[in-house]
């Protein structure tokens, strides 16, 4: 089951039933089932906040995923900052929608065991989300 949230922010206008379809092709993918997902919307002092208060890291970001996940049952809350995925859009020269999906599933990548840390690591994510936005 995919929740939206928002915290402090406008709600967007998303197709939950696509949403939950896409997402869940993508986890089967990998070979997972999805569990409960919780997708929480904020802005960047939110998100820096919560950056702060549990992962002690002092920098915006515009996805934090935390793992609640058992065996091969996809679980977890997703924060995503509006305001990054927004800027992010328009460095990179992309719509607001296409960035945003990106990050939705990379937040979901995570809880695959998806690492983004190193440069190797990155290039494999970026990839994988390639794959899982041409699912779209």
Request: charged fraction near 25%; aromatic fraction near 10%; proline fraction near 1%.
């Amino acid at each position: 089951m995919i929740t939206l949230q928002t915290d402090g922010v406008e709600m967007l206008v998303l197709d939950k039933t696509h949403l939950q379809r896409w997402i869940g092709a993508v986890a089967a993918s990998y070979g997972f089932a999805v569990g409960k997902i919780n997708y929480i919307f904020c802005s960047d002092e939110r998100e820096l906040e919560v950056n702060r208060q549990f992962l002690g890291h002092d920098y915006y970001t515009d996805v934090i995923t935390f793992d609640y996940s058992s065996e091969h049952v996809l679980s977890g809350d997703i924060f995503i900052s509006l305001d990054t995925v927004r800027s992010n859009a328009e460095q990179i020269g992309t719509t607001f929608e296409n960035e945003l999906y990106r990050v939705l599933i990379h937040g979901v990548l995570h809880l695959t065991g998806q690492e983004d840390k190193t440069p190797d690591a990155h290039a494999e994510m970026t990839r994988k989300e390639d794959l899982a936005l041409e699912m779209l």
